[in-house]
């Protein structure tokens, strides 16, 4: 009976793939015809057509991404349902997206639908209605294997039904990694599928140790959140933000494969416009930069460039010379400032009070001396006074306008100033800052960026016409979309906002994440926030600026936290995002945030985490401990014990040969001290060339070298932890640091030097 069941799936999954070649098809032939379309030369036309083809190449892509394990289970079901396949419409299939067929019968449920909640959370003890599970394993298109658990009894004796066990979330969990993190959508636990269907709102906090799926969940989350909530968050989209771009690269490929592309992925260096921050500071200057002094600092720094004359200034107005009092300039000022707007739109106010005020007085002492002036006589004059030299330069100093970027450079780079602002810090923090204009800007410098910016606003800021027309023009789209959609027959399939924003990005259009990334001030429906123990209060700040809804998953563990601005619980890390309200609850409740733990660890052998958390232990760390699911044939091995040098280095070698002759097709990581990895990495592609590659382009070689700091988030078949002392002696946190390189492993551990 195995051999006929095999078949009789094989044949079902058959057809799901006919179905998806068909709706393939299908888009490609709307997309052609769309694109031939002759619309002449109304704009409304053209944008319209050009709005249809993105959907038709958002579709085609979203199906093409999902080939790969389309199915990957079945439920039986006690009761048949409208959600079912089969004659009997007892079972039910479980895939990446939903598919019907061409009478519009479900074939094919997408795994975020409430129907499909039962493939991850039916136990014999609560079935929900469901009598067995069936893990479906595809190589390629074709179903090799099949596993079921069953819930009811009475199916134990039936021929059709395979044996029970754990075997597809094994599989994955031994399966070699390949530098690219992959989807756990066919083996989602009940514990992890709870947290990723939880409410959108709110602040959720996923706690949990090494190894325990808080990445993978994190991202199956936004996918979720995505389907589930399209309205809210299509135009708006998500945020992801990593702890490094070698990070983004191993998880990229997640997403689209759920088929989901309305996702933004950003490193913490990457947030803010135009550029791409890779290199941090010196472990206590950026715990100086991450401190939530910095925001009161900028603020006073910009206040400071609003400056308030000492003495008159005689200007020259078409060979009128005029007197001005600081008073003249101060009462403007003040006029500008009570307003409470930004530095560079206050600037536009104090102008327009100032000219006014300059246009009173010259007006005065005009008539003063015997000129008649009249009304029409004032506009020219104001005109006057706007263009004369004397008055742009004696109001630029006073309030010059300012671009975040320079504000930032001139703290560092003019000491004096930097003084002024400071009077408390010590002469050592002062020159913890200190460095030359030009410099580049670092990983820490980006929420001091941004943080500038929003106390600035735009740099020229004033009246912004082309944005007052854009937000008429979306009016005008969405009811042009509206009746677009009524004459084409497509109700039901598409949205008249989602039209809209095809017409207004046109043909060549921009996805979301290319039009957030251009605009600092894009606020996202949703952000998820990975090792998210790691961040500043500073970088919170700039995270609650990107969604004003304060709708956010934040994912880490605080035992792992090693940067020098990281925060020793998540009540302390959060205050920046929420404020001063503090404390955790259950869903449900009106508590700021609440918590969700993952207890069980999916990637780490068993040894290994003893041997790591011991040491942690050990080392004072508050770990969360957890529970793994399963060992490996290979114990923590320690070689090269007070070993450096040329002699460490050897011994590193050593090491990954034997690890190499062990298993040459896996990936191997050595997780060294920075000063070690140039050393590291010339040693071994002396032996493996072509097979080597350091830090960020790591990923895409099956040798990787990498810092504790870059190897976070990250996981390989086998790791190589080279001089634990010294990565501890490193950085203040350097235990936690080591705790991280020593759980980066699902398979082998070795600890060299």
Known sequence: MVSSELDRERGYVATLYARLDELKADARVRLERTRRETVGGNHQSRTERDAFARLYEDTIVQ??????????????LETPDATSAGETGRHRYIGRIGL????HHPILLDWRVPGASAFYQATAATPMGVRARRHLTLDGRRVVRLEDEVFDPELLDRDDVQLQGEGALMAALTAQRTGRMTDIVATIQAEQDRIIRSQLDGVLVVQGGPGTGKTAVALHRAAYLLYSHRDRLRGSGVLVVGPSRSFLRYIEQVLPSL?????????????YPDIEATRDDEPAVAALKGSAEMADLLRRAVRSRQIRPSEPTTIDINGERLVVHPELIGDAMKRAQDRGKQHNLGRVTFNKQALAALTRQLVAQMRDHGTTVDESDEAVLREDIRQSYDVRVLLNTAWMPLSAEKLVEDLY????????????????????????????FTISDIPLLDEAAELL?????????????????????IENAERAIENMGVEGMVSAEQIAGGFAERAASMTTAERAAGDRTWAYGHVVVDEAQELSPMQWRLLSRRCPLRSFTVVGDIAQASSPASASSW?????SLLGRRRGSAAAGTSAPWRLEELTVNYRTPSQIVEYAEGLARDSGLRITPSRSVRSSEWPVLETGRGLTGAALVAAVTDAVAVDRGIDASGTTAVIAPDEVVPALVEALVAVYPGEVAPGTASLTKPISVLSPATSKGLEFDSVVVVAPSRIREATARGNASLYVAMTRPTQRLTVVG
């Open 63 to 76: 199906l093409g991404a999902v080939d790969e394990r389309l199915a990957f289970g079945r439920l039986e």
């Open 100 to 103: 019907r067929d061409e009478d």
């Open 259 to 271: 088929g989901e592309s309305g996702v933004v992925l950003s490193s913490l260096g990457g947030l």
């Open 413 to 440: 780079a003019r000491p004096n100033w930097f003084a002024s602002l400071t009077p408390r810090w010590t002469p050592e923090q002062r020159a913890l800052l200190r460095r030359p204009r030009g410099s580049e």
């Open 457 to 477: 606003g735009e740099f020229g800021a004033g009246v912004d016409p082309e944005k007052q027309a854009r937000k008429a023009q979306r009016k005008r789209d």
């Open 571 to 575: 009540d302390r890390a959060l205050q």
